[in-house]
């Protein structure tokens, strides 16, 4: 089991809908959860941060993290084709020191 | 602002040669990583160093070097390049253990 895991889509949304976005993770011990968004051909631009249990909101986006379940979830409200990308799960693994892991990355396609 | 840079930006190598990655950040971090992003397999962490002269292995070091002589530069050498190692490759800094990490522009990097 790769130690940070998501759905690899690709999820379809029309305009002006919320997505939403899962990503579980093995080891209970991580503190420091990350999602990133990709564009095709770019490198991973770091969209938000969160590091208690609860949600935390920053514009249209929403994380929401659940260290008991090992669960960490990115909504995007009023979703916007520009919001079309990869969404990269990052987690601060214990066997990886200090560096971040992702999982494979979930596709939005958001239509207008 | 110069961030984190990598070079070249796109290299075509045979099968067998050495060939280095180059990744210099402007930002005085502590924190290097590289990483290697391939189609079905998302981002698979190489090495990363938490200090100059300090380096460890990720998940898939197996046919890398890397070293770290100054904090600003982090060069990945494959040493006998093979077909396999065709990938982008991905340099990140970050300020902290398990802070959020900021990537360079990327590597295309074919070995035919």
């Known amino acids: 089991q790769k130690e940070v895991e998501q759905n690899s889509g690709p999820l379809s949304v029309p305009e002006g809908a919320i997505a939403s976005l899962n990503c579980t993770y093995s080891d209970r011990v991580s503190q420091s959860f990350f999602w990133y968004r990709q564009y095709s051909g770019k490198s991973p631009e770091l969209i938000m941060s969160?590091?208690?249990?609860g949600d935390k909101e920053d514009g249209r986006f929403t994380a929401q993290l659940n260290k008991a379940s090992q669960y960490v979830s990115l909504l995007i409200r009023d979703s916007q084709p520009s919001d079309s990308a990869t969404y990269l799960c990052a987690v601060n693994i214990r066997q990886a020191g200090t560096a971040l892991i992702f999982g494979k990355g979930t596709t939005l396609s958001v239509s207008s | 602002d110069a961030g984190i840079t990598q070079s070249p930006r796109y290299k075509i190598t045979e099968t067998g040669r050495q060939v280095t990655l180059m990744c210099h950040q402007t930002?005085?971090?502590?924190?290097m990583f590289w990483y290697r992003q391939d189609l079905g397999h998302g981002l698979r962490l190489i090495y990363y160093s938490a200090a100059a002269d300090i380096t460890d292995k990720g998940e898939v070091p197996d046919g890398y070097v890397v070293s770290r002589s100054k904090t600003e530069n982090f060069p990945l050498t494959l040493e006998s390049a093979t077909r396999s190692q065709t990938s982008v490759y991905f340099c990140?800094?970050?300020?902290?253990?398990?802070?959020?990490?900021?990537f360079g522009q990327g590597t295309r990097l074919t070995v035919v």
């Open positions: 930002w005085s971090h502590s924190y």
């Open positions: 969160i590091y208690s249990n």
């Open positions: 990140a800094s970050s300020t902290g253990e398990g802070t959020e990490a900021f």
